[in-house]
């Protein structure tokens, strides 16, 4: 069966610090692809990265980067030099490809607050 | 394009009774879902369809109806509301297996 756990369900820092956001799946599956959301406080989901898992290259885009490691079944998400607009609940989560198409489990959401 | 839309915004309903949450794309996405949020419990998969006429069960089933007759659309049906059904609905599309789902701005439903 699949899983994710976030296991800091809040984490609040001091503007432009770094910040980690943990994500740990479990899945049966060979293939798989793993996705992170943002929900601002405005309350819509945002789609932020897609990761397949024969791709354990690490990504960064600007401040935000996330690290892929098989071996831990992990999926990291960090932000660096945080910012006020980084307040958000951030979520993982885990496709299956042997699933049904588009069944996508969540994570429960690590709420992060950025103080000024 | 509109992406995904939803009505209403909001809802009260009272125990017992019925209605229909809208939802829309114009993506032309095979893939659409339904979530319900819920404090502290992330997103939980409701239903979902991989095309038109075709439809299946998530997570949390229970209380709940869909149907898909054409592409753009993917209604939810409470059968007889109850307050256990106060949340916030998410509608989502992608446009196949695999790939990101986009989501519409929710509907916050209270069950009195």
């Known amino acids: 069966a699949q899983k994710v756990t976030q296991a800091q369900t809040e984490i609040s820092v001091v503007e432009k610090e770094d910040v980690t956001l943990d994500c740990v799946y479990e899945?049966?599956?060979?293939?798989?692809?793993l996705f992170w959301y943002k929900q601002p406080p405005s309350g819509e989901l945002v789609f932020l990265i897609r990761?397949?898992?024969?791709?354990?290259q690490n990504e960064i885009s600007g401040r935000y980067s996330w690290n892929f490691q098989k071996s831990t079944s992990s999926f990291n998400f960090t932000i660096t030099a945080s910012q006020v607009v980084d307040s958000a609940v951030y979520f993982c989560?885990?496709?299956?490809?042997?699933?049904?198409?588009?069944?996508?489990?969540f994570g429960s959401g690590t709420r992060l607050s950025i103080r000024p | 394009n509109a992406g995904v839309t939803q009505t209403p915004k909001f809802q009260v309903l009272k125990t017992g009774q019925s209605m229909t949450l809208q939802c829309a794309q114009d993506m032309n996405h095979e893939y659409m879902s339904w979530y319900r949020q819920d404090p502290g419990m992330g997103l939980r998969l409701i239903h979902y369809?991989?095309?038109?006429?075709?439809?299946d069960q998530g997570e949390v089933p229970n209380g709940y109806n869909v149907s898909r007759s054409t592409t753009e659309d993917f209604p939810l049906r409470l059968l007889s509301a109850a307050p256990s059904q106060t949340s916030v609905y998410f509608c989502a599309s992608s446009t196949r297996r695999g790939y990101e789902q986009y989501f519409g701005p929710g509907t916050r439903l209270t069950v009195t």
């Open positions: 899945t049966r599956d060979t293939t798989y692809y």
């Open positions: 989560a885990l496709s299956e490809a042997a699933s049904s198409a588009s069944k996508i489990i």
């Open positions: 369809s991989v095309g038109a006429g075709i439809t």
């Open positions: 990761r397949n898992s024969f791709d354990e």
